[in-house]
């Protein structure tokens, strides 16, 4: 059965994991990732974002619980039948020497590769309307290695979008992008998920970000579900202060918009 077939994509059924010296760290986390829906984690450093996601694509295998993709167990599903459903951009990525941003941008359509060795001109009609679309068709000859952090963000960004997956796992993809670039990419993200029925699970930090562009909000802290829920009943001051330990002044909002901007409040410091 496959994601398109399937109401919820991606399911996390009392998923749990943790280290040799920590091994109750995460979960139990159990949530259901809807189609066209974007889903983002948020927490404080060390909450167990990255690991969540990590578990989400496979490379990690919780201790207990379950990881559905598409109606099945993810572990029971080949490689290329999860690299055509999922794209995976990480935090930190491999930034290969030599290559030029639209030979990087082509290896996004490596899972259709049939026994030939080379691309179709489908595969390169594709690749290049990624760039197009994450506006990187200016560096398309240029080495990657010589583009600036964020110009090579955006590049990988396009990587993924080629590979046209039916779930894209992002992990803080704006970190790195001028506020320009951070809001266009958000854009795209809630765009592929109204308009083409993209999942996507991401982790952000700005919350006044993940609040507009979130269709829900997943809160973790220490790797405990702390809330699960749409951004106005997430992104508030009483449910984010115990959790970051700072105080919250929520500003007046336009009717309409998710949630209240929040702003730490200086005058009266960390909470006790």
């Given at each position: 059965m496959?994601?398109?077939?399937h109401?919820?994509?991606?399911v996390?059924?009392d998923?749990?994991y ?13 949530f ?6 974007v889903?983002?984690?948020v ?11 990590r578990?989400a ?6 201790d ?7 109606g099945?167990?993810?572990?029971e599903?080949s490689?290329?039948v999860?690299?055509r459903m ?5 935090q930190?990525?491999p930034?290969?020497v030599g ?15 049939s026994?030939?060795?080379f691309?179709?001109?489908?595969d390169?009609?594709?690749a290049?309307?990624?760039m ?6 200016e560096f398309?000859?240029?080495?990657i290695d ?12 396009a ?26 990419l958000?854009?795209?993200v ?7 029925g ?7 930090h ?15 802290d ?20 115990p959790?970051?330990?700072v105080?919250?002044?929520?500003l007046s909002t ?6 209240a901007?929040?702003?730490?409040d200086?005058d009266?410091?960390?909470?006790e």
């Amino acid at each position: 059965m496959s994601a398109q077939s399937h109401q919820f994509p991606l399911v996390f059924r009392d998923v749990c994991y943790g280290y040799d010296k920590r091994r109750a760290f995460l979960g139990p986390v159990s949530f259901e990732l809807g189609r066209g829906e974007v889903l983002a984690i948020v927490g404080p450093n060390g909450a167990g974002k990255s690991t969540l996601l990590r578990i989400a694509v496979g490379l990690l295998a919780p201790d207990k619980g379950e990881v559905m993709m598409g109606g099945m167990s993810f572990a029971e599903q080949s490689t290329l039948v999860q690299s055509r459903m999922l794209a995976y951009l990480p935090q930190a990525t491999p930034t290969p020497v030599g290559m030029s941003a639209y030979e990087v941008v082509l290896m996004g359509r490596f899972p259709y590769r049939s026994w030939s060795l080379f691309e179709s001109s489908i595969d390169h009609e594709i690749a290049r309307t990624a760039m197009e679309t994450t506006a990187t068709m200016e560096f398309a000859d240029r080495p990657i290695d010589q583009l600036s952090g964020g110009e090579a963000q955006r590049v990988h960004i396009a990587a993924a979008l080629a590979q046209q997956a039916e779930i894209l796992v992002l992990d803080e993809p704006i970190a790195s992008l001028d506020t320009r670039h951070q809001i266009e990419l958000l854009q795209l993200v809630t765009r592929l998920a109204r308009d083409k029925g993209t999942s996507v699970l991401i982790v952000l930090h700005d919350i006044n970000l993940t609040a507009r562009f979130a269709d829900r909000v997943l809160l973790l802290d220490n790797g405990q579900v702390v809330a699960l829920g749409p951004s106005r009943e997430v992104a508030t001051p009483g449910v984010l202060e115990p959790v970051f330990g700072v105080r919250l002044l929520a500003l007046s909002t336009n009717p309409g918009e998710k949630a209240a901007w929040l702003v730490p409040d200086l005058d009266q410091g960390e909470l006790e």
